[in-house]
């Protein structure tokens, strides 16, 4: 069964020290990601284990961008994950569940790659190509955009046709928005760079990143070898 999107939680904005956000809907076995956006130089830490990042990095001196996920257990519903945070400037998160990506298993990645565009101030975020391992991939986009005065447009391309998942901005000032996105892949070709188009009437520096969901029974690598058995065959002696 394919990866496919469960729940999106209330994005959170804070200008304090600690971010806190509650998680969405979901089963023991789903992959929730965490995606938070800081007006600065500053990553995110979380005392709480079993979150593993993806992409931590900075785009100028006014943008940190963050993504890690974690294989979720029941108790995990609702609970809360407070992030350390600079504090100087707003930090905005919020959390996403997905259900079947587990093809590592358990305990193995939910995904096998990823992209990551790292864009100066501009309207539109930008992503770069991603190569997804199966056609069975689930691919997911997530964006980060420095201001809050904005909504998320068309997304381009057809390769896949996104859904928008999250549309979410801090209530108003210099702030932060987030988008996430995702899209069956369905041939398994290469996403091509490819464009969110925000409503903003002001350009600002903003960040996109792309992986690919793949569920547990597709390894993605389609190299192993396979093993045919056929049943005995019993012939009679002739007399």
Same mark, same amino acid.
């Given at each position: 069964?394919a990866?496919?999107?469960?729940?999106?939680?209330?994005?959170?904005?804070?200008?304090?020290?600690?971010?806190?956000?509650v998680?969405?809907?979901?089963?023991?076995?789903?992959?929730?990601f965490?995606?938070?956006?800081s007006?600065?130089?500053t990553?995110?830490?979380?005392?709480?284990?079993?979150?593993?990042?993806?992409?931590?990095?900075?785009?100028?001196?006014?943008?940190n961008?963050?993504?890690?996920?974690?294989?979720?257990?029941?108790a995990?519903?609702?609970?809360?994950?407070?992030w350390?945070?600079?504090g100087?400037?707003?930090?905005?998160g919020?959390?996403?569940?997905?259900?079947?990506?587990?093809? +590592?298993?358990? @305990? #193995?990645?939910?995904?096998? $790659? *990823?992209?990551?565009?790292a864009? =100066?101030?501009?309207?539109? &975020?930008?992503y770069?190509?991603?190569?997804?391992?199966?056609?069975?991939?689930?691919?997911?986009?997530?964006?980060?955009?420095?201001?809050?005065?904005?909504?998320?447009?068309?997304?381009?391309?057809?390769?896949?046709?996104?859904?928008?998942?999250?549309?979410?901005?801090?209530?108003s000032?210099?702030?932060?928005?987030?988008?996430?996105?995702?899209?069956?892949?369905?041939? +398994?070709?290469? @996403? #091509?760079?490819?464009?969110? $188009? *925000?409503?903003?009437t002001?350009? =600002?520096?903003?960040?996109g &990143?792309?992986i690919?969901?793949?569920?547990?029974?597709?390894?993605?690598g389609?190299?192993?070898?396979?093993?045919?058995?056929?049943?005995?065959?019993?012939?009679?002696?002739?007399?």
């Amino acid at each position: 069964m394919a990866a496919a999107f469960q729940a999106v939680g209330s994005a959170v904005g804070t200008v304090t020290t600690s971010l806190a956000l509650v998680a969405p809907a979901l089963l023991g076995g789903d992959t929730m990601f965490a995606a938070i956006h800081s007006n600065n130089n500053t990553a995110p830490t979380i005392s709480t284990g079993g979150w593993t990042i993806i992409v931590s990095a900075n785009n100028t001196a006014a943008q940190n961008v963050y993504l890690a996920w974690r294989r979720c257990s029941d108790a995990d519903t609702g609970a809360t994950f407070t992030w350390t945070v600079a504090g100087t400037t707003v930090s905005f998160g919020a959390l996403v569940t997905y259900r079947n990506a587990n093809r +590592g298993g358990d @305990t #193995g990645l939910p995904y096998f $790659a *990823s992209s990551t565009s790292a864009n =100066a101030s501009a309207d539109n &975020i930008t992503y770069a190509t991603l190569s997804p391992k199966s056609p069975a991939a689930l691919i997911v986009a997530f964006g980060y955009y420095g201001l809050a005065a904005t909504t998320a447009g068309a997304f381009s391309g057809t390769f896949p046709t996104m859904t928008n998942r999250l549309d979410a901005e801090t209530a108003s000032g210099i702030g932060a928005s987030l988008f996430i996105h995702d899209g069956p892949s369905l041939t +398994g070709v290469a @996403t #091509g760079s490819r464009t969110c $188009a *925000s409503a903003s009437t002001v350009d =600002a520096v903003n960040y996109g &990143i792309m992986i690919d969901l793949l569920p547990s029974q597709d390894s993605g690598g389609g190299t192993g070898s396979t093993t045919a058995s056929y049943p005995a065959i019993t012939r009679a002696r002739s007399r």
